[in-house]
Nanobody
Framework: QVQLVESGGGLVQAGGSLRLSCAAS????????MGWFRQAPGKEREFVAA????????GYADSVKGRFAISRDNAKNTVYLQMNSLLPEDTAVYYC????????????????WGQGTQVTVSS
Protein backbone atom coordinates (compact mmCIF):
# COMPACT_ATOMS: atom_id res chain seq x y z
CA GLN A 1 0.00 0.00 0.00
CA VAL A 2 1.12 3.57 -0.64
CA GLN A 3 0.07 6.89 0.84
CA LEU A 4 0.15 9.99 -1.33
CA VAL A 5 0.39 13.61 -0.20
CA GLU A 6 0.08 16.48 -2.67
CA SER A 7 1.50 19.97 -2.21
CA GLY A 8 2.22 23.08 -4.22
CA GLY A 9 -1.27 24.30 -5.02
CA GLY A 10 -2.33 27.89 -4.61
CA LEU A 11 -3.67 31.02 -6.26
CA VAL A 12 -2.00 32.25 -9.43
CA GLN A 13 -2.87 34.71 -12.17
CA ALA A 14 -3.62 33.53 -15.67
CA GLY A 15 -0.42 32.95 -17.59
CA GLY A 16 1.47 32.03 -14.45
CA SER A 17 3.04 28.77 -13.34
CA LEU A 18 2.82 26.33 -10.47
CA ARG A 19 4.63 23.14 -9.65
CA LEU A 20 2.72 20.43 -7.84
CA SER A 21 4.47 17.68 -5.91
CA CYS A 22 3.18 14.35 -4.70
CA ALA A 23 5.20 12.52 -2.06
CA ALA A 24 4.63 8.80 -1.67
CA SER A 25 5.29 6.58 1.31
CA UNK A 26 6.72 3.11 1.09
CA UNK A 27 9.61 1.48 -0.68
CA UNK A 28 7.85 0.39 -3.84
CA UNK A 29 7.19 3.78 -5.46
CA UNK A 30 9.01 2.75 -8.61
CA UNK A 31 6.54 -0.08 -9.17
CA UNK A 32 3.57 2.26 -9.71
CA UNK A 33 2.42 4.17 -12.72
CA MET A 34 1.67 7.68 -11.44
CA GLY A 35 -1.01 10.03 -12.62
CA TRP A 36 -2.49 13.45 -11.99
CA PHE A 37 -6.21 14.11 -12.19
CA ARG A 38 -8.28 17.20 -11.46
CA GLN A 39 -11.82 17.96 -10.44
CA ALA A 40 -13.55 21.30 -10.85
CA PRO A 41 -16.72 22.17 -8.91
CA GLY A 42 -19.72 20.38 -10.35
CA LYS A 43 -17.62 18.33 -12.76
CA GLU A 44 -16.29 14.80 -12.83
CA ARG A 45 -12.69 14.03 -12.02
CA GLU A 46 -10.66 14.09 -15.23
CA PHE A 47 -7.31 12.82 -16.36
CA VAL A 48 -4.48 15.35 -16.64
CA ALA A 49 -1.23 13.42 -17.09
CA ALA A 50 0.52 10.14 -16.33
CA UNK A 51 4.08 8.87 -16.24
CA UNK A 52 5.43 5.36 -16.54
CA UNK A 53 7.38 3.52 -13.89
CA UNK A 54 10.75 4.70 -15.13
CA UNK A 55 9.76 8.06 -16.63
CA UNK A 56 10.20 6.53 -20.05
CA UNK A 57 6.69 7.35 -21.16
CA UNK A 58 4.25 10.14 -20.45
CA GLY A 59 0.72 10.97 -21.51
CA TYR A 60 -1.35 14.13 -21.36
CA ALA A 61 -4.89 15.29 -21.78
CA ASP A 62 -5.31 17.39 -24.91
CA SER A 63 -6.34 20.36 -22.79
CA VAL A 64 -2.93 20.55 -21.07
CA LYS A 65 -0.59 19.22 -23.74
CA GLY A 66 2.27 21.64 -24.34
CA ARG A 67 1.59 23.53 -21.10
CA PHE A 68 1.97 20.87 -18.38
CA ALA A 69 4.83 18.44 -17.79
CA ILE A 70 4.79 15.40 -15.54
CA SER A 71 7.96 13.89 -14.12
CA ARG A 72 9.04 11.61 -11.31
CA ASP A 73 12.05 11.07 -9.10
CA ASN A 74 12.03 7.49 -7.86
CA ALA A 75 14.91 8.17 -5.49
CA LYS A 76 12.75 10.77 -3.73
CA ASN A 77 9.45 8.88 -4.04
CA THR A 78 7.96 11.97 -5.66
CA VAL A 79 6.02 12.82 -8.79
CA TYR A 80 5.71 16.37 -10.09
CA LEU A 81 3.38 18.33 -12.31
CA GLN A 82 4.86 21.49 -13.76
CA MET A 83 2.02 23.71 -14.93
CA ASN A 84 2.79 26.67 -17.21
CA SER A 85 0.62 29.16 -19.06
CA LEU A 86 -2.19 28.51 -16.63
CA LEU A 87 -5.74 29.36 -17.64
CA PRO A 88 -8.81 30.08 -15.48
CA GLU A 89 -10.27 26.79 -16.70
CA ASP A 90 -7.37 24.97 -15.04
CA THR A 91 -8.92 25.86 -11.68
CA ALA A 92 -9.63 22.62 -9.82
CA VAL A 93 -8.54 20.33 -7.04
CA TYR A 94 -5.60 18.33 -8.34
CA TYR A 95 -5.16 14.73 -7.23
CA CYS A 96 -2.18 12.44 -7.41
CA UNK A 97 -2.86 8.75 -8.05
CA UNK A 98 -0.90 5.50 -8.19
CA UNK A 99 -1.67 2.50 -10.38
CA UNK A 100 -0.54 -1.03 -9.59
CA UNK A 101 -1.46 -2.27 -13.05
CA UNK A 102 -1.24 -0.60 -16.41
CA UNK A 103 -2.97 2.63 -15.41
CA UNK A 104 -5.28 4.46 -17.77
CA UNK A 105 -6.84 7.81 -18.51
CA UNK A 106 -9.75 7.01 -16.23
CA UNK A 107 -9.99 6.97 -12.47
CA UNK A 108 -10.73 3.23 -12.59
CA UNK A 109 -7.15 2.48 -13.55
CA UNK A 110 -5.73 3.81 -10.29
CA UNK A 111 -5.61 2.15 -6.91
CA UNK A 112 -4.41 4.84 -4.51
CA TRP A 113 -5.27 8.53 -4.25
CA GLY A 114 -4.06 11.57 -2.41
CA GLN A 115 -6.31 14.10 -0.70
CA GLY A 116 -5.83 16.73 -3.38
CA THR A 117 -4.45 20.26 -3.57
CA GLN A 118 -6.42 23.31 -4.71
CA VAL A 119 -5.25 25.26 -7.75
CA THR A 120 -7.03 28.53 -8.48
CA VAL A 121 -6.23 30.59 -11.56
CA SER A 122 -7.56 34.12 -11.63
CA SER A 123 -8.30 35.97 -14.84
Amino acid sequence: QVQLVESGGGLVQAGGSLRLSCAASGRTFGSYIMGWFRQAPGKEREFVAAVGRTSGSTGYADSVKGRFAISRDNAKNTVYLQMNSLLPEDTAVYYCAAAVGTGSRTTFGYDYWGQGTQVTVSS
